[in-house]
């Protein structure tokens, strides 16, 4: 079984500064790993996935996430975020593409002016 | 492209009714997840239908049931409401094993 762990529930940052959201994973097996982004009142919004091939890869909204296989983690990254950014991000795992994806219980990103 | 879209967006049920849950597929997609998200939390698998039959369950009672459609369009059914079933059910469209692509989901509140 997989399983994702959020170590940060929220995560308040002054505008234009960097961010690291981190995301800790288990599974027995290779597995595919997301990022989503719900802003409020909004289903998920997929911001970048790792299937296989070069470990650091980029997304949608300047955002950024290595897969580091030896210590199971999978950072998210935003070198300067805007208050535009604020929203809950969800780190989710999966055995294939998208069938039974698990979902960490999500960190709140909040930019401050 | 049509993306996903839920219906209704919110619905108030008393403890002990049912209620009905629609979605209808992102274009080009043939399978169907539904998720519940509790207040503070993140989405917990339900179900997944491909080609209108069931290919994967999470840990949810049978009074969770669902159908998907030859159009692909689907429905998530739940019986016996309880007050913990107060959440935000989303559906989740793929084209076979693609990523998911949600819709804004139903916030359902049992009272």
Redesign the interface.
């Given at each position: 079984a997989q399983s994702v762990t959020q170590l940060d529930s929220q995560v308040p940052v002054f505008e234009e500064a960097p961010v690291e959201l981190r995301c800790n994973y288990s599974s027995s097996v290779s597995v595919y790993l997301f990022w989503y982004v719900q802003y409020p009142n909004q289903g998920l919004q997929l911001l970048l996935k790792y299937l296989s091939g070069s470990t650091l890869v980029k997304g949608i909204n300047g955002f950024e996430a290595e897969f580091n296989k030896s210590q199971t983690s999978f950072h998210l990254r935003k070198p300067s975020v805007h208050i535009s950014d604020t929203a809950e991000y969800f780190c989710a795992v999966s055995r294939t593409g998208g069938f039974k994806t698990i979902f960490g219980a999500g960190t709140r990103l909040f930019v401050k002016a | 492209e049509t993306g996903?879209t839920q219906s209704p967006t919110h619905l108030i049920k008393t403890r002990g009714q049912q209620v009905t849950l629609r979605c209808s597929s992102q274009s080009g997609h043939n399978?169907v997840?539904w998720?519940q998200q509790a207040l503070?939390?993140?989405?917990?698998?339900i179900f997944?239908y491909y080609r209108e039959e069931e290919?994967?369950r999470?840990n949810f009672p049978p009074r969770f049931s669902g159908l998907q459609f030859p159009n692909y369009s689907s429905e998530l059914n739940v019986n016996a409401l309880e007050l913990d079933d107060s959440a935000l059910y989303?559906c989740?469209s793929?084209l076979?094993?693609?990523?998911?692509?949600?819709?804004?989901?139903t916030r359902l509140t049992v009272t």
């Open positions: - | 996903v399978t997840s998720y503070g939390q993140g989405p917990q698998f997944q290919n994967g999470g989303l989740a793929s076979d094993n693609s990523p998911l692509h949600f819709g804004n989901g």
